[in-house]
């Protein structure tokens, strides 16, 4: 579908500025999509999405060759509230905002490769007043049966184009 990644004058605009979810990023698409690319509608094997609002209780620790995984959750924080999220889970991608002049846009955008601090500021980027109550992660779980090239296929969906601001 053409439209989801703006630029220019139509940055910031359009039903596709602001991720607030899997199922609900993926609505727009129409049925012949669904058929055609299956997999595209569904998370792969082993990942998982989850909203927490910050902060949220999670210590993460960089691995080796680039990206972040969780060491432990904080005692009482969010993420150990919530019950979902468990040591050694890899983070795969993170909701960011990104704010270019008057205009701003929150995409989820994969974060294997990157620096703790990258995933940290992305975190910090999600704030109340660019309308962010909450911080959307993705999850792959090794336990689980993820397949590091089922999702790297599957986050070749929300990388930005070249040509794209959030790719500055």
Not at 100 to 114: D, H, M, N, S, T
Not at 121 to 127: K, L, R, V, Y
Not at 141 to 155: K, Q
């Amino acid at each position: 579908m053409s439209g989801i990644w703006n630029s220019g004058l139509e940055y910031g605009k359009g039903q596709f500025r602001f991720y607030n979810g899997f199922d609900k990023w993926m609505e727009p698409f129409p049925d012949e999509d669904r058929e055609t690319y299956p997999e595209m509608f569904r998370l792969p094997k082993g990942v998982y999405e989850t909203k927490l609002t910050p902060p949220l209780g999670i210590a993460f620790i960089e691995r080796e060759g680039g990206g972040v995984m969780v060491e432990y959750l904080v005692e009482g924080g969010a993420a150990e509230r919530q019950g979902i999220i468990a040591p050694e889970d890899r983070l795969i991608a993170v909701t960011a905002v990104k704010v270019i002049g008057a205009k701003w846009e929150r995409r989820l955008i994969p974060c294997v490769k990157w620096t703790f601090e990258m995933v940290v500021g992305a975190i910090g980027s999600n704030e109340k007043r660019w309308g962010c109550d909450n911080v959307i992660l993705q999850f792959a779980r090794p336990n689980d049966g993820a397949d590091d090239a089922e999702i790297a296929s599957y986050l070749e969906f929300f990388e930005p184009p070249s040509d794209s601001p959030w790719r500055s």
